[in-house]
């Protein structure tokens, strides 16, 4: 078995303190139920970290509920709101060597995004510097330029939605910004559910008679979108297109709930992985440039092997995100699912060729009794292979929480599994014995010393802070990158770390999976007791190039072509 050096083994307490409370993140969830069981109360929110105002630290962005159903009003809400209606917008006030200091600027930014909150992504659609937010919404989304300061310092935001052309009216959950076409424009994927509102509303029964949440299966399906960024038109302000149809999306769709991008078969083109819940996921592989200019994808989840389970069922597929967990130099997959079914570990064979090894790799039996949502590989002890961290919460009443009389019948607790090697998961006691019902997790280094942590975010209930307490401890190496052109956090790049110890550990820089939200763009390799001793970038426009004499402990700005270009 491969040397695996952690700073602490399985038997060891939490990793994590929760610091909600004590840095200033305030924020509770509203789900705006009244007794109903509509749907979308149990299936919000996710999160966003984000460096809105380049300062060098993470905010964070959450979505909020509202009252559900047509004439409901507060009165009617089963838990009355505990926190402001609308999204908030938290700006992190960090010092060095302190904890992150959370202020709601929500108001001071221009935010005013009173929707149903679901999901978020985050990405530079106008290749100002500044990110830019795109909010998903049970009904019409956001898009929010990023404006920079104003006169008084002020970094603000715009609602261009409609001036972009991205606004969509229907349910929808995952999104994810992707250069598909590699014109250096961010693209856009937008992951719709199912048709509900209150005309399509139904309540369905459990086999013991007693009324709870309907299946997705109860619904129609409700299509996905592609958009293309055009860049900016005479006026100055970035475009979009539909181009779902011309680019083969429209070919098959449902119930999206989670969308990763990479690039899986190793082509140079970025692919595009989509999570459904209850039916077939797909795996959309870039064609490439054609003679017209025009990039298609082909549907080809089912031949490759990640499409069903390896039992050839479909599963409830919530979360979902990609790493190269074994060491190999391909992403593999992890998705999370419904109680009773598992969450899947999908191994990448090479060149995009996946096999279900859940249970090869011991992660079947311990989450067959939860419901899962957010999820991300995440190296939290720094030895240089990737974790797994899950967050729990059922959407079907838990029949032994509602006779004890719980009110909100639905929490589970969270769970965190230590990669040993590349070999097989071991799952810690590690986050206390908090249950709650969680959805979305957004995954980033909050307080800048060289480790992950965790803003999990809780449906009916408040956001949580988990600081990592124990990554720092074995050597880390940070890495900020910025393309030619000098725009900030370029998607999709390859990076590989090769060690003294003659190790490489490969990573990507992504802000997308997890459940509906949005991670750190930054790329954290954790390296064990090793240094580095070589860092080699692939970028998107194919330039390969390498970096020496990075030190460990550390954050480093790399920008493409400032380093030594490797031949193919």
């Given amino acids: 078995m491969p040397q695996v050096d952690s700073a602490l083994g399985p038997e060891t307490a939490t990793p994590f303190t929760e610091a909600a409370g004590e840095t200033g993140l305030d924020f509770i969830h509203f789900n705006g139920m009244s007794g109903e069981l ?4 149990m299936m919000g929110p996710g999160g966003a970290l984000l460096d809105f105002d380049n300062d060098g630290d993470l905010d964070v962005y959450l979505p909020q509920g509202a009252m559900l159903g047509q004439g409901k009003t507060l009165a009617d809400a089963r838990f009355p709101p505990r926190s402001p209606l609308g999204d908030r917008l938290y700006r992190n006030d960090l010092e060095a060597g ?5 202020v709601d600027v929500t108001a001071e930014a221009g935010i005013a995004a009173p929707g149903y909150g679901m999901g978020v992504a985050v990405g530079d659609v106008d290749n100002d510097g500044w990110p830019d937010i795109y909010v998903t919404n049970l009904g019409s989304n956001q898009l929010w330029r990023n404006d920079g300061p104003g006169a008084d310092g002020t970094v603000g935001f715009s609602d261009v939605t409609a001036a972009a052309g991205v606004d969509d009216t229907r349910w929808s959950t995952a ?3 992707l250069d598909f076409d590699r014109d250096g424009w961010l693209d856009l994927f937008v992951g719709n559910y199912v048709d509900f509102s209150d005309a399509t509303h139904k309540v369905c029964y459990e086999e ?9 299966l109860s619904f129609r399906p409700a299509p996905d979108r592609l958009l293309r960024n055009r860049g900016p038109g005479k006026n100055g302000a970035v475009t979009f297109e539909d181009v779902t149809a011309a680019a083969g999306l429209a070919a098959a769709f449902g119930n999206t709930l989670g969308a990763v991008a990479s690039d899986f078969d190793g082509d140079g083109w970025v692919d595009l ?3 459904n819940d209850a039916v077939e ?4 592989i870039n064609q490439g440039g054609v003679a017209d200019g025009r990039v298609t994808f082909r549907e080809e989840a089912l031949p490759r092997g990640c499409a069903v389970n390896g039992s050839g069922g ?3 597929s919530m979360g979902v995100d990609a790493a190269d967990f074994d060491g190999d130099g391909d992403d593999d997959l992890f998705l999370t699912h419904l109680v009773g079914e598992s969450n899947t570990l999908y191994r990448n064979l090479g060149d995009g060729q996946y096999q279900d090894s859940t249970i090869a790799f011991d992660l079947a039996s311990p989450s067959l009794r939860y419901t899962s949502f957010g999820t991300a590989w995440l190296d939290f002890d720094n030895d240089g292979w990737p974790d797994l961290l899950v967050a729990n919460g059922a959407v079907k009443t838990d029949l032994e929480l509602a006779r004890a009389g719980d009110p909100y019948p639905l929490h589970q607790p969270n769970q965190l599994f230590r990669n040993l090697g590349g070999e097989r998961f071991v799952e810690l006691e590690a986050l206390g014995e908090r249950s709650e019902v969680s959805r979305g997790a957004a995954f980033g280094d909050l307080d800048n010393d060289g480790d992950t942590d965790v803003l999990v975010v809780n ?3 408040p956001a949580r802070l988990l600081l990592n307490q124990v990554g720092a401890a074995n050597r880390w190496l940070g890495l900020r990158l910025i393309d030619a052109a000098g725009r900030r956090d370029p998607l999709a790049v390859r990076v590989a770390v090769t060690t003294d110890g003659g190790r490489t550990v490969s990573r990507r820089s992504r802000r997308d999976g997890s459940y509906c939200s949005a991670n750190d763009p930054r790329v954290l390799v954790g390296l064990g007791a090793e240094a580095p001793e070589s860092v080699t970038v692939v970028w998107p426009s194919g330039l390969r190039e390498a970096w020496r004499g990075l030190a460990a402990g550390s954050y480093h700005t790399l920008r493409e072509g400032s380093g030594t270009e490797i031949a193919e």
């Fill in 175 to 177: 999104a994810t910004f």
């Fill in 459 to 461: 449906n009916n209930g």
């Fill in 273 to 275: 992985y989509v999570a």
């Fill in 208 to 216: 013991t008679s007693v009324a709870d949440y309907c299946s997705p």
């Fill in 281 to 284: 996921n797909l795996l959309w």
């Fill in 98 to 102: 302190t904890l992150p200091r959370f």
């Fill in 314 to 316: 479909v599963e409830g």
């Fill in 38 to 41: 509509y749907i979308a109360e």
